[in-house]
């Protein structure tokens, strides 16, 4: 079962960017779907971005424009730019597979503050 382990996030001035890595204990070649989401204290998850095994992406239209999802196979990696960033982007960002989240299984997700 591939282990996914978040990194990059940190604080941010209100219109500045920062790039979040996803590692993967194992190869992520044949996963159908991996994600993004984001989750506040008290809040739901919420979808952020998501991209499929044939390259397709998908963003909500909150992020829709700033953030851009990819993926590196030889490297296991996946990551989130996310530019143009707004104070309503902060919360704790986690990566995850579209099986693991239908079974609740998460990471320990990397914190996103941005400063007004």
């Known amino acids: 079962q591939v282990q996914l382990v978040e990194s990059g996030g940190g604080l941010v001035q209100a219109g500045g960017s920062l790039r979040l890595s996803c590692a993967a204990s194992?190869?992520?070649?044949?996963?159908?779907?991996m994600l993004w989401y984001r989750q506040v204290s008290g809040k739901q998850r919420e979808y952020v971005a998501s991209i499929n095994s044939d390259g397709t992406t998908g963003y909500p239209d909150s992020v829709k424009g700033r953030f851009t999802i990819s993926r590196d196979i030889a490297k296991n990696t996946m990551y989130l730019q996310m530019d143009s960033l707004k104070p309503e982007d902060t919360a704790v960002y986690y990566c995850?597979?579209?099986?693991?989240?239908?079974?609740?299984?998460w990471g320990q997700g990397t914190q996103v503050t941005v400063s007004s």
């Open positions: 995850n597979t579209i099986w693991e989240a239908m079974r609740d299984r």
């Open positions: 194992g190869s992520i070649g044949s996963i159908d779907t």
